[in-house]
């Protein structure tokens, strides 16, 4: 049987012919389903922000008013548990959703500020140690393996116990035992940016040293830094509701998470919730900001993706 | 490889001098001994005859040599202010338990990333590799302290088949381990995942699977030992980390180790005590460190001519 021309099916590829270029929403919308994870994890931390800033508003009862008559009683989902207090009562009779909520604030700028001081004692050794080489690189190098192998936990606590246990104080124990991390990542990019032809013609151009580092190297060495950054946010929460958990972080009756969950333990065989309603707090956020951090990681450097 | 090995060696010393440092200054310089043992009525003449009986009085640099000199003469850490025995003997009863919940949590981690990490590489998006992923991304968010307690109202509470707290028998440390566990999953898994994918996609595979050899065989003798590399340097270098998730994981399960005497001692401000552990635990790290860095080499050539 012989074959003609026309019976073989010619595929046309229609969708390629006939659509459109697609439009600037179209684009948007496609990359937002393809980090659908951060944008999740965007929307989380955006919540927490909302909370954090406008948290009387958000909150339902003032977080230390005591009502000793109705401690103890179960959220909603469980019997006994009503819509006054949605998430229960702690053993004081106070509304564990409004403490939740005004937790926020303590667990976000505690987080922060730490990653804020820590990046920046980081960045500056790093960037020293990466631009000039040398025995400062020397210097550096060794600082970091030193922090590295230093307990990280025990140093916080131990420079908490030296300060004195106050949220200002965590922050610096946090920033000050955390910088290696930065010290490491700005350190290997800065030696490799260091030899690239972009700053070598600068270079030529007669710039000084500070403005080289400070500008041209410091501005390719943002992307990665702010990735670190965002995880790292996530790491200092948790580290910060560990210290509060074991009572060195801020002191009651501040409503913060990790002492909520430390509170809660003493109740644990029977009101089980107690602890875990702020625990999943802690929990939510940090999944939160690491997504955003892994969809920042992969918006800015798609090798990496899912690496 | 031997100066390699020296000049690693005589580094990791250093490392220990200084983090001993350190924690010696916080410790004794900005906490002060004389508030911690004397009782609250003693005056002046009673503290400064305290701090000239214990040395005190004498400058930063002279105690900490002196102390350090007695560590490495003798193994003597001091005697412990609350429990007024060596802090050694402390540290001898705790060392085990501690170790033991280590490499308890290493094998489970590992046990459980290889495979994961390998059917997550080889059937890339997949059921089981988005599971994987989430698995990441939970462990990743999860305070340990939180995960203890969790796990112990389940098991503990209300199943009833694990106890919640206590170290008698080998039920005691399935919590605990699992839990610290969780806190290095995460990483390793990416590791295993990641590295299997950057291996899978090179030459030697595409020729060893074009020669006719068993898939399984590839997977294993081919690939795995190669995307192995990453792991093992990791291990070695979050030997540190670990340890310090065991800190937090003791705290939450009474677990009677090392990182629960360092937490009871900074509360009650029992420094000789604390000072032994963080020396300890540094020892351990940079041990770990330098053992992954000289595995490294050793498997890697070509690591040594950096």
């Known amino acids: 049987m012989a074959v003609k021309v026309d019976d073989i099916a010619v595929p046309v590829p229609a969708e390629i ?65 009503s819509w006054e207090h949605w998430l229960g009562t702690d053993q004081l009779g106070r509304d564990v959703y409004s403490r939740v909520v005004y937790g926020t604030r303590v667990s976000l700028t505690i987080g922060i500020c730490a990653v804020l001081v820590s990046a920046a004692i980081g960045c500056i050794l790093g960037l020293l140690a990466g631009f000039f080489g040398g025995w400062i690189d ?50 290997i990019e800065t030696r490799k940016l260091r030899e690239q032809d972009f700053v070598v013609a600068v270079r030529a151009q007669g710039l000084s040293n500070a403005r080289i580092i400070f500008k041209h190297i410091l501005n390719n060495l943002a992307a990665a830094i702010l990735v670190i950054a965002t995880v790292e946010v996530a790491r200092s929460i948790i580290r910060e509701t560990f210290l509060s958990f074991l009572g060195l972080g801020v002191q009651p009756p501040t409503p913060s998470w990790g002492l909520m969950v430390s509170e809660g333990r003493a109740y644990i065989l029977t009101v089980w919730w107690l602890s875990t309603i702020p625990g999943a707090a802690i929990f939510l956020s940090c999944l939160g900001i690491n997504l955003v951090g892994d969809g920042l990681r992969d918006l800015m450097d798609p090798r990496l993706r899912k690496a | 490889m031997t100066t390699y090995i020296t000049h690693k060696l005589l580094h990791a010393i250093g490392v220990c001098f200084v983090v001993s440092f350190i924690s010696f200054f916080l410790l004794f310089y900005t906490g002060d001994p004389a508030s911690m043992l004397l009782p609250e009525n003693a005056d002046d003449a009673d503290i400064a005859l305290f701090k000239e009986q214990y040395g005190l009085d004498r400058p930063l640099l002279v105690q900490y040599g002196d102390y350090m000199a007695r560590v490495l003469l003798n193994g003597d850490f001091g005697v412990s ?21 280590a490499i308890a949590a290493q094998i489970i981690a590992t046990l459980l990333a290889i495979p994961l990490g390998i059917i997550s590489a080889v059937k890339r998006y997949s059921l089981i590799d988005n599971a994987t992923i989430l698995i990441v991304l ?48 995460p990483l390793n898994m990416r590791l295993v995942r990641s590295g299997m994918l950057e291996v899978l996609s090179q030459d030697y595979i595409r020729t060893a699977r ?56 900074i509360r009650f401000g029992d420094f000789p005590v604390v000072q032994a552990v963080v020396i ?27």
């Open chain 1, 17 to 81: 012919a006939e659509e459109a270029p697609p439009s600037g929403t179209t684009l948007v919308l496609r990359k937002m389903w393809q980090l659908r994870l951060g944008v999740f994890g965007g929307l989380l931390v955006l919540m927490l922000v909302f909370a954090a800033v406008f948290a009387p508003y958000v909150a339902t009862h003032d977080p230390f008013e005591q009502d000793i008559l109705e401690r103890l009683t179960p959220p909603v989902f469980l019997e006994g548990g």
């Open chain 1, 138 to 187: 020397g210097v550096v190098d060794f600082g970091v393996n030193a922090m590295l192998a230093f307990p990280f936990i025990l140093l916080a606590m131990t420079l908490v116990i030296a300060l004195g246990a106050s949220a200002q104080n965590i922050v610096i124990a946090l920033g000050l035992s955390n910088w290696p991390i930065f010290a490491r990542v700005a350190r």
């Open chain 2, 81 to 101: 202010w609350v429990a007024k025995v060596p802090a050694e003997t402390l540290i001898g009863v705790a060392l085990w338990p501690t170790l033991k919940l």
């Open chain 2, 138 to 185: 939970i462990f990743q968010a999860m305070p340990l302290f939180w995960l203890g307690i969790v796990l112990i109202v389940i098991f503990g509470v209300w199943l009833k088949w694990l106890p919640a707290s206590g170290s008698e028998s080998w039920k005691n440390l399935v919590l605990p381990a699992f839990t610290l566990a969780s806190f290095i999953l």
């Open chain 2, 210 to 265: 074009a020669k006719g050899v068993e898939e399984r065989v590839v997977l294993m003798r081919h690939a795995l030992r190669n995307a192995m590399i990453p792991l093992v340097t990791v291990t070695g270098i979050q030997f540190g980390a670990l340890l310090g998730g065991a800190v937090v994981t003791e705290t939450v399960f009474s677990w009677p180790g090392l990182g629960r005497l360092a937490v009871d001692s």
């Open chain 2, 280 to 306: 300890i635990f540094a020892g351990f790290t940079i041990v770990a460190n330098l053992a992954a860095d000289v595995a490294a080499a050793w498997i890697d050539p070509r690591i040594r001519f950096d």
